[in-house]
């Protein structure tokens, strides 16, 4: 037929899409798919601007680390439409994620092991910070106490 030129493609479908098979069915799935899709690219440039407003909270020697924090990017997603044995199709196509692609979750349930273990040891560490801050030991500010210790000598 013809020959592909750019980015490798992923193309989707979605299993609910077939519950509505009219063309309007379809399409307000992907209208929907990439509404979410726009509302959290929006998110993500908010966070990313936050990130890089940080510097302003630190001094020069950790301006690095902080411009070397991951962003957030969203994949822009299309509509395509194909025909395929004389059915017209409408195929939500995105740019291909390069690297090893690894199920974390379901919707039904399914939690991957290792994800699991790093939730856990994470609510531990924020469980154990809680009872630390309810022993109401305060913080230990280093500049009072010294002056504290000049004063008293």
């Known amino acids: 037929f013809g020959q592909y030129v750019g980015p490798a493609m992923v193309a989707k ?3 609910f899409v077939e519950l509505d ?3 309007e069915g379809r399409m ?3 209208r929907e798919f990439m509404r ?3 509302i959290a690219n929006d998110f993500a440039k908010q966070f990313n ?5 940080l510097t302003q909270h630190f001094d020069a ?3 690095r680390w902080v411009k070397n924090l991951p962003r957030i990017e969203f994949i822009e997603p299309m509509v395509v439409e194909v025909e395929e044995n004389g059915q017209e199709r409408n195929i939500l196509v995105e740019k291909m994620l390069e690297g090893e692609y690894k199920k974390f979750n379901n919707n039904m349930g399914y939690v991957d092991k290792e994800a699991r273990l790093q ?3 994470s609510r531990h560490l924020d469980d154990l910070v809680g009872q630390m801050n309810n022993l ?3 913080a230990i500010d280093e500049e009072c106490s010294e002056e504290e210790d000049s004063d008293s000598g």
Not at 49 to 53: E, T
């Open 61 to 63: 020697r950790h301006h």
């Open 36 to 38: 979410t899709q726009d």
């Open 136 to 138: 109401g030991l305060g």
């Open 13 to 15: 479908e979605s299993r």
């Open 28 to 30: 307000a799935y992907h």
């Open 49 to 53: 601007s936050a990130l890089d407003n």
């Open 119 to 121: 939730e856990e040891s």
């Open 21 to 23: 098979d009219s063309y």
